[in-house]
């Protein structure tokens, strides 16, 4: 089993910064992937990013490329989400997930396991 917690969601105007820090424990050295996704009010939960553990290979929406970096920590058991030149759109619920299966996937159902959430709100 992995354990995830988000931390460092809050609220900024538009054009502002955050960074989301995702800290895992558990099995993490069974952990293949992990990703961020987001949900709106009243929308479905949506793929943000992902990143191999290894840290070779990412992938973004379009709306966030050149915005949005995903990197990791091995070492801390840490991914991060730094967030630049945010958007009111931007605005959701943001979760860390992980997995233990093979292939970098965009689909809530290519991760197994799920933090709590971390509210971040972008004002104009």
């Known amino acids: 089993q992995v354990q995830l917690v988000e931390f460092g969601g809050g609220s900024v105007q538009a054009g502002g910064s955050l960074r989301l820090s995702c800290s895992a424990s558990?099995?993490?050295?069974?952990?293949?992937?992990m990703a961020w996704f987001r949900q709106a009010p009243g929308k479905d939960r949506e793929f943000v990013t992902a990143?191999?553990?290894?840290?070779?290979?990412?992938l973004y929406i379009d709306s966030v490329k050149g915005r949005f970096t995903i990197s990791r920590d091995n070492a801390k058991s840490i991914v991060y989400l730094q967030m630049n030149s945010l958007k009111p759109e931007d605005t959701a619920v943001y979760y860390c997930?992980?997995?233990?299966?093979?292939?970098?996937?965009?689909?809530?159902?290519?991760?197994?396991?799920w933090g709590q959430g971390t509210q971040v709100t972008v004002s104009s």
């Open positions: 997930a992980a997995t233990f299966q093979g292939g970098l996937g965009r689909r809530t159902w290519d991760y197994d396991y």
């Open positions: 558990g099995r993490t050295f069974r952990i293949n992937h």
């Open positions: 990143i191999t553990w290894s840290g070779d290979s990412t």
